[in-house]
């Protein structure tokens, strides 16, 4: 079985920083394309970043594009998130995902085959 585990989420500032971390197991980390999705109370899962397999393609949303980074160490079998800068908006469950191939289709949900519990990100203002 494939399992992903978040954290790093917590309560931050307006205008700080955080990094999450997302760390899988059960099979080769370095063959996964991975995401980051999140989902604010009453919204839609939205995505919010991507990675491919070697790390040289990353993707991201508009909304946080150049405040947020996402990385990837494959020999510790895991995929960061760092999120600078942050707004009240910015504040949700952030999920990491897996998946098994390299999709074009990497902004949406359902392309990911395995999820981690989420990690809740609070913006204080």
């Known amino acids: 079985q494939v399992q992903l585990v978040e954290s790093g989420g917590g309560l931050v500032q307006a205008g700080g920083s955080l990094r999450l971390s997302c760390v899988a197991s059960?099979?080769?980390?370095?063959?996964?394309?991975m995401g980051w999705f999140r989902q604010a109370p009453g919204k839609e899962r939205e995505f919010v970043a991507a990675i491919s397999r070697s790390a040289y393609s990353t993707y991201y949303a508009d909304s946080v594009k150049g405040r947020f980074t996402i990385s990837r160490d494959n020999a510790k079998n895991t995929v960061y998130l760092q999120i600078n800068s942050l707004k009240p908006e910015d504040a949700a469950v952030y999920y990491c995902?897996?998946?098994?191939?390299?999709?074009?289709?990497?902004?949406?949900?359902?392309?990911?085959?395995?999820w981690g519990p989420g990690t809740q990100v609070t913006v204080s203002s």
């Open positions: 995902a897996e998946d098994m191939h390299s999709s074009s289709r990497y902004a949406s949900w359902d392309e990911y085959e395995y």
């Open positions: 059960g099979r080769t980390f370095s063959s996964y394309f």
